[in-house]
């Protein structure tokens, strides 16, 4: 993503660089609090070590890696991207992931951001191409390196992200498909859905970049022409209360990846509560996963230990592995229903009252909405799927 603020983003086409660092500079603050928020920095048993000379590298993307003192073997490795304003350090600090490498013994990988505001190259057509440069041809280039020189199992690699890192990470699922195994990505956006010559896309971040699910699914295949392999599965995490990537981002990646594994947008599954009173959890077949938080702004918290399981890593430990390595794509245990279960749980925040006027974009109806279904004069409460409502 390039840039995350506190605040809403004024619409226009052409969006100073400046302006966008400005309100990045804002959002650090913000979110260096939600990180202490829910536990403050993790100390981990060890340190980052910096990575050089690791490959093609064109934007100048410094790594650093996590190598816990006792390794699974052979090892899976984790890429884990900053918000923007953030740094390989801070997310290192500020994320579970180097603790739960202490007691899994996975490799974890902390690209920094080479752009000035610490925001990922996401709209380049370079970074969207495989092997085309940009940002995400410096971590392609690292996740080789630690395939050939620390033992990475090269079926088990992984990419996590927030807000920016997000972005990135859907980024890497379209463009590297031949790379990694899975990817959870925390309040980003579609694949592509920044392309363009500016670091910032307000149509998008605003949530007004509409698709077909065929379009957005082209998208992702384009960003590596001709690959017939397995497709990375995917999870996406997004909060309803978002104003710097509005929710209809959340909507518009269930189009795209449903499309990109050919499977229904209608959910096989859908749980509440599930990992956090408030949010619901749907599921589209094995691979594609999304977790709508109620009430939650931006950007959705980390939760390392589910993105563990999604990854399939939840039960490793150090030391040599058995032979038969569980698929990172496991199959439901028992056939899951075929209708969708209403949402009785009110959300994490208190919603407007229901006479209450919503204001442009906000959310206004929905399974499980118990807030106001009334929008402010000059908008109406238009239905974009069963689950959300919003004002237009």
């Known amino acids: ?221 384009s960003g590596y022409p001709g690959f017939t392999g397995t497709r990375p599965k995917f999870q996406f995490w997004h909060g309803t209360a978002d104003t710097t990537l509005y929710p209809q981002n959340f909507w518009e990646d269930i189009k795209q990846w449903t499309n990109v594994f050919g499977v229904s947008q209608t959910p096989t599954s859908n749980t509440t509560n599930d990992p956090l009173r408030g949010y619901s959890r749907a599921s589209f077949g094995p691979n594609v996963q999304a977790i709508l938080a109620q009430g939650v702004g931006h950007t959705v918290p980390e939760q390392a230990n589910d993105v563990l399981t999604w990854f399939s890593l939840s039960n490793l430990a150090p030391g040599p592995q058995p032979t038969t390595v569980p698929p990172t794509s496991v199959p439901p245990t028992s056939v899951p229903p075929t209708t969708v279960p209403p949402t009785t749980v009110p959300p994490t925040t208190v919603p407007l009252p229901s006479g209450t006027p919503v204001a442009h974009w906000g959310q206004c109806g929905g399974i499980g909405w118990t807030g106001s279904t009334v929008c402010a004069s000059g908008f109406t409460c238009t239905k974009l799927n069963d689950y959300y409502s919003q004002c237009l």
């Open 1 to 221: 993503m390039t840039g995350c603020s506190g605040g809403d983003w004024p619409w226009r086409q052409t969006i100073e660089h400046s302006f966008i660092r400005f309100k990045m500079f804002q959002l650090v603050k913000i979110f260096s609090l939600v990180l202490l928020a829910i536990g403050g920095a993790y100390a981990a048993a060890g340190q980052l070590q910096q990575v050089t000379n690791f490959g093609s590298n064109p934007t100048g993307v410094q790594m650093f890696v996590y190598k816990p003192a006792r390794l699974a073997t052979p090892t899976p490795l984790i890429v884990a991207m900053h918000y923007c304003t953030g740094t390989a350090q801070a997310y290192f600090q500020g994320t579970q992931y180097a603790n739960l490498a202490d007691t899994h013994g996975f490799i974890v990988v902390y690209p920094d951001a080479p752009d000035s505001g610490g925001c990922w190259d996401v709209h380049t057509t370079g970074t969207l191409t495989h092997d085309g440069g940009g940002d995400s041809l410096a971590i392609a280039s690292i996740v080789r390196y630690a395939i050939q020189n620390w033992g990475v199992d090269a079926s088990r690699v992984f990419a996590t992200g927030t807000s920016s890192g997000a972005m990135m990470t859907n980024v890497l699922m379209g463009a590297y498909p031949d790379l990694f195994a899975a990817g959870s990505a925390f309040s980003g956006v579609p694949y592509g859905c920044f392309a363009g010559p500016d670091m910032w896309n307000s149509q998008c971040a605003q949530g007004q970049l509409i698709k077909t699910p065929q379009q957005w699914g082209d998208q992702v295949r």
